[in-house]
């Protein structure tokens, strides 16, 4: 039973390209949590979805930013034009229906972003 | 708005206890987690209680609730040098809903 998949490990872009981080959650768990952890940090809270929709997108930045979960494949986070200040680690985690009121977050290994 | 703090880091002697503490501020809150972070890894879960517990035991770790002063910890005994880690306390609320909030990790170093 797979946990939580994201790719790639490492992902290195210069300023201004694009940068897609993947996810796919846990067998039989719809609801997918987006983390961001800069450089000696916790984690922040970005986005929540389910499949199809955004329940949650608080504490996504409003711009080059954005998140899906489509009807099939994995969730995706997207940061268009990217700067350094996005350098990080990016956590994805999963839950079954219910959500966290049931149930603890399984993290994946996450993505770190590089941008040069 | 919702706030969990720890302290940034603990230093112990090997075969020590650890006790890592962690203050929370939502009164609503649900369950309580302690998640494990190596260097370079992800965060695993190590251990978590529903607030209407006030103590866990699993192996060598032991988890504290005191709900009224809102306060986690965490203990470790019979510390080891594969327990260094930072060490994230994090909380879920019915007013947080669907947001886990996380502390900003305390620094768990072994000494010989």
């Known amino acids: 039973n797979a946990g939580v998949m994201q790719n790639p490990r490492h992902l290195v872009r210069r300023r201004g390209q694009e940068a897609r981080l993947r996810c796919s959650p846990m067998?039989?768990?719809?609801?997918v949590y987006w983390y961001r952890q800069l450089p000696e940090e916790g984690l922040k809270f970005m986005v929540y979805?389910?499949?199809?929709?955004?329940?949650?997108e608080s504490g996504m930045p409003k711009e080059r930013f954005s998140a899906e979960f489509p009807k099939e494949g994995p969730s995706i986070l997207r940061i268009q034009q990217v700067v350094r200040g996005d350098s990080a680690a990016y956590f994805c985690?999963?839950?079954?229906?219910?959500?966290?009121?049931?149930?603890?977050?399984?993290f994946g290994n996450g993505t770190r972003l590089t941008v040069t | 708005g919702e706030d969990v703090e720890q302290s940034l880091f603990l230093s112990v002697r090997e075969g020590d206890s650890s006790v890592i503490n962690c203050t929370y501020t939502?009164?609503?809150?649900?369950?309580l987690y302690w998640y494990k972070q190596e260097p370079g890894a992800g965060l695993q879960l190590l251990t978590y209680?529903?607030?209407?517990?006030d103590m866990k035991q699993d192996q060598r770790l032991t988890v504290l609730l005191n709900k009224k002063d809102k306060h986690l910890s965490l203990r470790i005994a019979d510390t080891q040098t594969g327990d260094s880690a930072i060490y994230f306390c994090?909380?879920?609320?019915?007013?947080?809903?669907?947001?886990?909030?996380f502390g900003s990790g305390t620094r768990l170093s072994i000494r010989p």
């Open positions: 985690a999963s839950s079954p229906p219910g959500g966290t009121s049931n149930s603890p977050l399984h």
């Open positions: 067998k039989g768990h719809s609801h």
């Open positions: 979805l389910q499949k199809e929709n955004i329940i949650d």
């Open positions: 939502d009164s609503s809150s649900t369950y």
């Open positions: 209680i529903f607030s209407n517990m």
């Open positions: 994090a909380e879920t609320s019915y007013s947080s809903a669907s947001k886990i909030i």
